[in-house]
T-cell receptor
Framework: AQKITQTQPGMFVQEKEAVTLDCTYD???????LFWYKQPSSGEMIFLIY??????QNATEGRYSLNFQKARKSANLVISASQLGDSAMYFC?????????????FGKGTMLLVSP | DGGITQSPKYLFRKEGQNVTLSCEQN?????MYWYRQDPGQGLRLIYY???????QKGDIAEGYSVSREKKESFPLTVTSAQKNPTAFYLC???????????FGQGTRLTVV
């Protein structure tokens, strides 16, 4: 079974609108971390936001917020007021500690296109 | 400036040849990772290392090898046993469970 599932291969949004990118995860580890990264066409990976499994509040970083629903194992990224520069691939990732080793697993990504 | 350096940016290899991708970090991070990315796909974990002289296989380790002789360095060798090596390779490092991983700029490997 996939550890990170991103069900939206592509999303379209108009500039200045909000958009939600879905992410569900699967783990039996009580302690884990969830991350979102942005990958523009240049290929670099840009860290956006982090949510720890024990964090009580949803993480926010500027226009990015993470809608964390632990019981549903869901960690959706919300981008408010989309900008043209937000067009990119977006990856959800989870860090777990397994047998003393820290692994970082990525989903397949969602391509976001922002139109004027 | 601290960061992760991958070299080269582009690499061409003939079939049957081994090739080594370099990854160096000066962030003093313990954990380092190698990922492979195919067009339109997510990142798949090849190998990861928590400490010097120790590393673990990821999901797609076959045809690849690594070493971790120094904390700063985690080179990846793509061997001739890797049947489809053409891909974008990303190296990353991190310091702990609740901090983000930092990525290099990537190496695009093409078999010719």
């Amino acid at each position: 079974a996939q550890k990170i599932t991103q069900t939206q291969p592509g999303m379209f949004v108009q500039e200045k609108e909000a958009v939600t990118l879905d992410c569900t995860y699967d783990t039996s580890d009580p302690s884990y971390g969830l991350f979102w990264y942005k990958q523009p066409s240049s290929g670099e990976m840009i860290f956006l936001i982090y949510q720890g499994s024990y964090d009580q509040q949803n993480a926010t970083e500027g226009r990015y917020s993470l809608n964390f629903q632990k019981a549903r194992k869901s960690a959706n990224l919300v981008i408010s007021a989309s900008q043209l520069g937000d067009s990119a691939m977006y990856f959800c990732a989870m860090r777990e500690e397994l047998s003393g080793y820290s692994t970082l697993t990525f989903g397949k990504g969602t391509m976001l296109l922002v139109s004027p | 400036d601290g960061g992760i350096t991958q070299s080269p940016k582009y690499l061409f290899r003939k079939e049957g040849q081994n090739v080594t991708l370099s990854c160096e970090q000066n962030l003093n991070h313990d954990a380092m990772y190698w990922y492979r990315q195919d067009p339109g796909q997510g990142l798949r974990l090849i190998y990861y290392s928590q400490i010097v002289n120790d590393f673990q296989k990821g999901d797609i380790a076959e045809g690849y090898s690594v070493s971790r002789e120094k904390k700063e360095s985690f080179p990846l060798t793509v061997t001739s046993a890797q049947k489809n090596p053409t891909a974008f390779y990303l190296c990353a490092s991190s310091v702990g469970l609740n901090t983000e991983a930092f990525f290099g700029q990537g190496t695009r490997l093409t078999v010719v």
